[in-house]
């Protein structure tokens, strides 16, 4: 009989007017990585809530045994204690507390009722060292990037005794190199013996990493496929996502480029707090009517700095530089003023910057354009706006109940598309797509490249940042390349490549020569 770590059986969930999860079973192996696929919002989060006792036991339908023993997490305390540990794509972590704090935080380290801080500083410094992060214990979280604060999520799961560790989406935010080596500490965390189950929309990383995959559809489990012995591709982990063979992962576009809509020329930016260190050098760009320029660079090269202090000055300080739009000057000193301009930025953060997830998808479409609603007196009309938002839920393949529905209970792909609409209603000339389809799974991402197409299509110029070469290449007609703040290469669709890009990326030019790449 094979060892099974964990049964799921017959799990149901619904929320009101949902049926989130419907009969679904699975079996996880001791010792193996057993991946979990699917498209956003196919219920994947939702099954290991329920695992993990955030949906505690009576709040849904179906059995879970857990190392052969039928069990009921009342809460995560319960999961924890048997030895069940969550890591979600939101990391839970103070900032302002320590490596070590963090690590304890809740299971302290004490002696004789007080914090005993030498064994808390020394046991986390061991665990630490356990996935590699060579940081001192007493470094704030704060100081840390986000492929290190993984690890410390790691290192805290080590700390109760992990048998069975749950990542969710844990390379989205990550760089290559940092994807790398948690994947790396992961198969490390096989050999210690410990069960990992992980959810990922980068399908190259599960077929390099998993032992099994459990594709779930609407709620439903469609298959699990051994990768080894059922000769598991990326594409036949798609065909089981989204029902049906996609031929291509990029639609077929024609692009029709006119006019120049938007010049950056000489674009300098420093650093908020350290006014002394430049972030991005003498960089210039263009986009014309109908085009879709990518901007391509490691993590650190100033992609979003530029973007951002580009979009109404909202990062960085001594910012200098022109922006022209048609040819004519135009004040960007502002967001309002860069909106009123006709320039528009979807950013990459979009849980925190890009929507109010407290509030509905009719508020969160109309947001940045307010006065387009304006009735009587100048106030909202309401009817107005809810039926604006409900035409962008219904042309955008938005899955929500209705618009009255709460904009963080929406996945991360139907919340990007709200991201959309609310900039498509912004009505701009020029959209910037900060990482557009981070966090979003295959079929998803082939949605949004066909609105990205379509507004190409109408007329607007697009500016596309993405840590995925790929897709850069799939859906640009023009990429730029950006090194240590500064611009390298400017470089057609015709001659470009990854490997083209990758030398670009990674090699500064000589101080000057970016400022004329046109």
Same mark, same amino acid.
């Given at each position: 009989?094979? $060892?099974?770590?964990?049964?799921?059986? &017959?799990?149901? !969930?619904?929320?009101?007017?949902?049926?989130a999860l419907q009969d679904v079973?699975?079996?996880?192996?001791?010792?193996?990585?057993? =991946?979990?696929?699917?498209?956003?919002? =196919?219920?994947?989060?939702?099954?290991?809530?329920?695992l993990s006792g955030v949906y505690p036991a009576g709040t849904f $339908?179906?059995?879970?045994?857990?190392?052969?023993?039928?069990?009921?997490?009342?809460?995560?305390?319960?999961?924890e204690a048997a030895g069940v540990v969550i890591i979600h794509q939101e990391l839970a972590l103070s900032p302002y507390l320590s490596i070590a704090e963090n690590i304890f935080l809740g299971n302290e380290r004490q002696t004789r009722g007080w914090i005993d801080w030498n064994r808390t500083n020394l046991e986390a410094a061991k665990l630490l060292e356990r996935v590699g992060l060579k940081n001192n214990p007493v470094t704030k979280i704060t100081d840390l990037g986000v492929g290190q604060q993984q690890l410390v999520e790691i290192a805290k799961a080590l700390s109760k005794r992990v048998k069975l560790l749950i990542l969710d989406e844990p390379t989205a935010a990550l760089n $290559?190199?940092?994807?790398?080596? @948690?994947? &790396?500490?992961? !198969?490390? @965390?096989? =050999?210690?013996?410990?069960?990992?189950?992980?959810?990922?929309?980068? @399908?190259?990383? %599960?077929?390099a990493i998993a032992n099994e995959v459990t594709i779930i559809r609407d709620g439903r489990t469609i298959e699990t496929l051994d990768m080894q012995a059922d000769h598991v591709s990326e594409e036949r982990i798609i065909k089981g996502m989204v029902g049906r063979e996609l031929e291509s992962r990029y639609p077929e576009h024609t692009p029709?480029?006119?006019?120049?809509? @938007?010049?950056?020329?000489?674009?300098? #930016?420093?650093?908020?707090?350290d006014v002394?260190?430049?972030?991005?050098?003498?960089?210039?760009?263009?986009?014309?009517? &109908?085009?879709?320029?990518?901007?391509?660079?490691?993590?650190?090269?100033?992609?979003t700095e530029l973007a951002m202090s580009v979009f109404g000055k909202s990062y960085g300080v001594k910012i200098s530089g022109r922006v022209l739009k048609r040819g004519v000057e135009v004040d960007m000193s502002t967001v309002p003023k860069a909106i009123r301009n006709g320039v528009a930025y979807a950013t990459e953060d979009r849980k925190r910057y890009g929507l109010n997830l407290i509030d509905d998808i009719t508020r969160n479409t109309s947001g940045s354009a307010l006065g387009k609603l304006a009735g009587l007196f100048g106030f909202v009309d309401g009817h107005k706006e809810a039926t604006v938002a409900g035409e962008y839920l219904k042309s955008l393949k938005i899955k929500a109940p209705g618009v009255s529905s709460i904009t963080g209970k929406l996945s991360g792909g139907n919340q990007q598309k709200v991201v959309l609409s609310k900039w498509m209603y912004a009505d701009p $000339?020029?959209?910037?797509?900060?990482?557009?389809?981070?966090?979003?799974?295959? &079929?998803?991402?082939y949605e949004i490249y066909a609105i990205i197409n379509r507004l190409a299509d109408e007329g607007k110029g697009i500016i596309m940042i993405s840590s995925e070469l790929p897709e850069l290449l799939g #859906?640009?007609?023009?990429?730029?390349?950006? =090194?240590?703040?500064? %611009?390298?290469?400017?470089?057609?669709?015709?001659?470009?490549t990854a490997e083209v890009l990758m030398q670009h990326m990674t090699r500064e030019r000589e101080r000057g020569a970016s400022d004329n790449l046109q």
């Open positions: 009989m094979t $060892d099974h770590i964990l049964e799921m059986r &017959g799990i149901t !969930k619904t929320f009101p007017g949902v049926k079973s699975l079996g996880v192996k001791r010792g193996h990585v057993h =991946a979990i696929c699917g498209e956003n919002g =196919a219920g994947k989060s939702t099954l290991m809530k329920v $339908d179906g059995q879970i045994v857990f190392e052969g023993q039928p069990v009921d997490f009342r809460s995560i305390n319960d999961s $290559d190199a940092d994807s790398a080596h @948690l994947l &790396g500490l992961i !198969k490390q @965390l096989q =050999a210690q013996g410990i069960t990992s189950i992980i959810i990922s929309h980068k @399908l190259n990383e %599960i077929e029709s480029i006119g006019e120049e809509l @938007l010049r950056v020329e000489n674009w300098n #930016v420093f650093h908020p707090v002394t260190r430049q972030i991005v050098t003498n960089a210039s760009i263009h986009v014309r009517a &109908g085009e879709i320029v990518g901007i391509a660079g490691l993590m650190g090269a100033g992609r $000339d020029v959209l910037i797509l900060d990482e557009p389809t981070r966090g979003i799974d295959v &079929g998803a991402k #859906v640009c007609d023009r990429i730029y390349t950006l =090194a240590e703040g500064r %611009i390298t290469a400017d470089i057609p669709r015709s001659e470009a």
